[in-house]
């Protein structure tokens, strides 16, 4: 019923919002109704420089996006990362997170505030647009822990392309140059080019490339305590058998590995492990 009442609100503020003149007036009045019907705190932005708007909670800022709307928060967003992404391990205090496929930053402001502000994290994304939203979003709240960037982990050191669309939660990788090109790198020579000796945490999303991921992660694997990897075998056709071979390459890997069986394909397709 609450799904049905909120999209009959969706309909009648998108009618609203088209006879409003001026972007800030429609942002405005966005974060208005986001204020009534979501989180007092709640704000909606407008950003002239890349005509875009920013959903905010109090000063802090959540997420750039080319349509604004109102039912955010950040209490559903951090209750959305804790029951997928870190649902067997929560990074703590003086956590190294190395976050492969960090998208537009949708978990670096909570890794940031579990960490306290002293733990280290690597967000590394592919798409260059999210890679820019994930730059903005550490800026724009003076994240000063995260490093940012614009690589896509792979089976070996090489130029690959990303096909980007408006849904950066499926742009993909390839090698056959279509889209625009990439710099490609195993996690193994990552993590020895940036003298990394220990991996607290391991977050990867990356749509796909998965198998290709854990083909250049064999010494990086050793050095990590607890991985959360989305399988992505619903995007494709053929059988490639992501989930049932992460597994396998986890435990080979004296990992004990977790599932969720909720019904819901994509929170299914994730897999937990944790080193023994």
């Not at 009959?8 to 009045?29: D, E, Q």
């Not at 009534?36 to 109090?58: F, H, R, T």
């Not at 990439?182 to 940036?194: A, K, R």
């Not at 995007?235 to 597994?247: A, H, N, V």
């Amino acid at each position: 019923m609450k799904q049905i009442i909120k999209k009959i609100i969706s309909g009648i503020l998108n009618g609203i919002m088209a006879l409003i003149p001026g972007k800030n007036r429609k942002a405005s009045f966005l974060g208005w109704i986001s204020r009534i019907l979501e989180d007092p705190n709640n704000q909606v932005e407008y950003d002239a420089d890349y005509d875009m708007y920013w959903l905010k909670n109090g000063e802090q800022y959540l997420y750039l996006v080319q349509q604004p709307y109102f039912n955010f928060s950040k209490k559903k967003l951090y209750r959305s990362i804790e029951r997928i992404a870190c649902q067997y391990y929560t990074p703590k205090k003086g956590d190294v997170i190395v976050d492969i496929g960090a998208g537009i930053g949708t978990e670096t402001l909570f890794f940031d505030e579990k960490t306290e502000n002293e733990g280290k994290i690597y967000s590394i994304e592919a798409s260059r647009a999210s890679h820019q939203k994930l730059v903005e979003l550490c800026a724009k709240n003076q994240i000063k822990t995260s490093e940012n960037l614009n690589l896509a982990i792979t089976d070996s050191n090489q130029k690959l392309w990303i096909e980007e669309t408006n849904n950066y939660q499926v742009d993909y990788i390839n090698k056959e140059s279509k889209g625009i090109e990439v710099d490609g790198i195993t996690l193994d020579h990552f993590v020895e080019e940036n003298n990394i000796t220990n991996i607290d945490f391991l977050k990867v999303n990356i749509e796909g490339s998965e198998l290709q991921m854990i083909e250049g992660m064999e010494n990086a694997i050793k050095i990590t305590k607890n991985v959360a990897i989305s399988c992505h075998d619903f995007l494709f056709d053929d059988d490639r058998q992501i989930k049932i071979k992460m597994s396998k390459f986890l435990k080979a890997n004296n990992f004990q590995v977790s599932y969720n069986q909720t019904g819901h394909q994509i929170i299914d397709s994730w897999i937990y492990g944790k080193q023994l």
